[in-house]
């Protein structure tokens, strides 16, 4: 038997999840020819709600979701991003009585999907991690009545909460780095650029950097990776093959950064010599030997912190809440892979 939820019942009946939750609580703003619309539409797929389905804002479980996403297969809880972000977390629920709920999904994932793993546990709020989604697609996620908010994802939704790193800054970081050793000849490898937020502005970061700097950005110089260590040996051998090849390389994440430094070592070219490297998130990786990665440090403990502690304001007085959106300035940690240009 297929358990509908209440994002089914708003799909088939045409309507918001927040008019079918107005619906489920018997709340008066809603037109009767609406309200008779969803009431049929929930008998036909025979749903029943759970108290989050029926729009439940009073503090009733004391437990906080923690909502992972990831666009590979393999879960990474041992990486500092993540470690880093459920530290801080359980710092602040512990300190106010709350307890802690992990969920994840990973891979190939559809909205639909994301909407009944995040609101299908009865929790008070849920903080985000990163999802890959677009932004209409997270809009979407939010009008749920159970309180969100929204960690590593910058939103232009004016009402929608999140704490994130300032990645456009921090990308403008390793470009001023890059030009400030001599470089020119700058590429990036990206995320995907779609569904992930990060991959995005630190992209634009790049490219707006650049601009300052008077210096070009070819089409071939930026290639789109996956986050991950094969999509960034493919990137980087890519960049090897080009009539003019670049003589810097930022990856947008250390993972990718370390698939281009093994891409290098085939291509017998030292980096830090042959090519400077540039990687972002300062995972255990990046500095262990030889592996010496220049790469942008984030402050995971304070952007932990701050959403947990806003999702908990927002838990407590929803009533009049007024978004709060918080980028966290980032550090650059200078190792062997830039070397100096001759």
Known sequence: MVNNTIYDVAQKAG?????VSRVLNN???VLEETRQKVLKVINELQFKPNPIARGLVIKQTNLIEVFFSWAGYEF???????AGILNGINQVVQENQYGLLIN?????????EVYRRVFHNAVDGVLMVSPYLEESQVAQLMENRVPVVLIGYRTLNPALDFVDSDNIQAAGMV?????????????????????????????TG???AMRRHGLNVPDAYVIEGDFLKDSGEVAMTRFL????RPTAVFASNDLMALGA???????????GKDMALVGFDDITEASVGPISLTTVKQDYKTISVEAAQILLQKIQAPEHWRAKQILVPTQLVVRASCGSKK
């Open 15 to 19: 309507v918001s999840i927040s008019t």
């Open 27 to 29: 709340n008066p703003n």
């Open 76 to 82: 990474g809880f041992n990486s500092p991003w993540y």
């Open 104 to 112: 994840t999904i990973a891979g190939v994932f559809d909205p639909q």
């Open 175 to 203: 470009v001023d780095h890059l030009v400030k050793l001599g470089h020119k000849k700058i590429a990036i490898i990206t995320g995907q650029q779609k569904t992930s937020r990060n991959a995005a502005d630190r992209l």
């Open 206 to 208: 790049f490219k707006s």
């Open 241 to 244: 093959a080009l009539p003019e």
């Open 261 to 271: 430094w093994k891409a290098l070592e085939k291509a017998q070219l030292k980096v």
